[in-house]
């Protein structure tokens, strides 16, 4: 067998075969991943129960039980769930986590070579399939079949495939590649089974230790734009019982928070959040040196300044008016009753019809302050979807505000999920923290539609400069048909 380490060949017209955990991953742990299926399809009770049963998982790995250990996680996490729900979550969450933990090295190789890509792994392969193919380009994946009865996972699995030790992987790998057929050259892990590598005409094992540089976000083979899930980081067993330790604080955190902006005027209320972990920054009014003279406010005709801001959370027009210290009103497209009852400030719900849309941010901004988030929906990761032209129409002073947050345990937007509880997870946050950034104000309501769809652009752009965010022509349809297979009208609130 050779040695990984200085392995270069890039023949694009040979096939490869690799192992996923260990080889291609860095971790060989697949805990983490069954957590997230058991969270966001089944529910934290069930998360919760995996995590209880992980000492025993721990002991039966330890002694070399380790097909168990895989049928016990199975078990635990896919008992009574539709297939459809696990394979949601494979596409929604599981996605960055296999993203965050790729091999660099062990990436380098695989996507040099053009041939058919053969990937093993013990997990169920409707988990990984769908990163498999949509990033890696993989031709067939060999993995754990679960068993499902109807649309419903048995929590069992399917006798034969990659989830028994020894000769398993060879024969499944034999069968897929024909069997006169060679795959000219093998990637496995020192600590996993390595039989597959008797079908591979050149031999390269990995060691735990080797090269173990995960790869860089500007390395991803694709842009990596939306997923969804409540977990940030990866919930291996410490930091996911560091998680459930924290969540009872947490929900007293997210109450007294919640409170503090009801109750409080906005200049007491700052300090208070403060001292309890919530950090607001504004940052001073970026001058526009690069902006046309033409898009100067000259004499504002509406009463109220329209706020045009990216959109990180709900939080978003709330804490704008703590940190700018004025009443705002704003408008949203799908706000829960929950969220609608605990907002401090004014909120309405647009229609999805231009002209009476047009007409309600109309009225509301001769009434006061109205911010707008002409994104139409979140964005995760540091891109920025299109901007609706509308709010360019009906405002004479539109403040451009370019918005940061950040939570290190839990994301506070969902398009799977229970919107009721964006908020409130992201208020659960041991320190999360926000940052906007105001723009001088630019002119709007011009004499053309044409000239608001460049206004639209025109801030869209200023804004991603500011963050360093990439501008793109993505919108909230396609955000949800792929997280959530709708158009992100019918919500569960």
């Known amino acids: 067998m050779g040695s990984f380490s200085g392995f270069i060949d890039r023949n694009t017209q040979r096939s490869i075969a690799v192992q996923l955990e260990g080889a291609l991953l860095i971790s060989t742990d697949l805990f983490p991943y069954f957590v997230l299926v058991a969270l966001e399809a089944g529910g934290l009770l069930r998360a919760v129960a995996l995590l209880l049963f992980y000492p025993i998982i721990w002991l039966l790995n330890l002694t070399r039980h380790r097909t168990t250990a895989l049928h016990a996680m199975i078990f635990i996490s896919t008992f009574g769930l539709k297939i459809h729900s696990i394979k949601a979550v494979a596409k929604a969450t599981l996605q960055k986590f296999f993203l965050e933990d790729i091999r660099e090295s062990s990436f380098k190789v695989f996507s040099g070579y053009g041939g058919k890509k053969y990937v093993l792994t013990r997990l169920p392969r409707v988990m990984v399939e769908p990163f498999l193919r949509e990033y890696l380009d993989v031709n067939c994946v060999i993995g754990t079949e679960l068993k499902v009865i109807g649309r419903t996972c048995s929590g069992l699995v399917v006798p034969t495939g990659a989830d028994r030790a020894e000769m398993e992987w060879f024969q499944a790998l034999k069968v897929a590649c024909g069997d006169d057929q060679l795959i000219d050259v093998g990637l496995a892990a020192r600590s996993e089974d390595r039989s597959f590598l008797l079908l591979c005409k050149e031999h390269y094992v990995i060691s735990p230790q080797e090269d173990a540089s995960p790869l860089a976000r500007k390395d991803y083979p694709k842009p990596f734009i939306f ?192 919107k009721w509880l964006d908020s409130p997870f992201f208020l659960m946050n041991p320190f999360p923290w926000y940052e906007f950034n105001l723009h001088e104000p630019v002119s709007g309501r011009p004499d053309s539609k044409e000239l608001c769809y460049d206004i639209a652009n025109g801030i869209q752009m200023l804004i991603g400069k500011t963050l360093g965010f990439e501008c793109t022509n993505l919108t909230r349809r396609d955000k949800y048909r792929m997280l959530a297979g709708n158009d992100g009208i019918d919500q569960r609130n």
């Open 227 to 418: 997923h969804d899930g409540r977990l940030v980081t990866r919930p291996d067993p410490i930091r996911f019982l560091a998680v459930f330790l924290w969540f009872p604080i947490g929900v007293f955190l997210a109450v007294t928070r919640v409170l503090v902006g009801i109750v409080f005027p906005y200049k007491v209320a700052l300090p208070i959040l403060a001292l309890n972990g919530f950090r607001i920054r504004i940052g001073v009014p970026v001058t526009q040196k690069e902006t046309d003279p033409k898009s100067v406010v000259e004499s504002p005709k509406t009463k109220g300044t329209l706020y045009v801001c990216n959109h990180q959370t709900l939080l978003d027009p709330v804490l704008l008016s703590t940190a700018i210290l004025r009443r705002v009103s704003a408008v949203t497209y799908s706000l829960s009753s929950f969220s609608e009852v605990i907002s401090p400030i004014p909120t309405v719900r647009l229609t999805r019809d231009r002209f009476k849309d047009r007409e309600i941010m109309r009225s509301m901004l001769e009434r006061g302050d109205l911010v707008v988030c002409p994104e139409g929906t979140t964005c995760r990761e540091q891109y920025l979807l299109r901007f609706s032209p509308l709010f360019a129409e009906i405002a004479d002073k539109i403040v451009p505000v370019a918005v940061r947050a950040r939570g290190g345990m839990f994301y506070g937007t969902t398009a799977r999920g229970y």
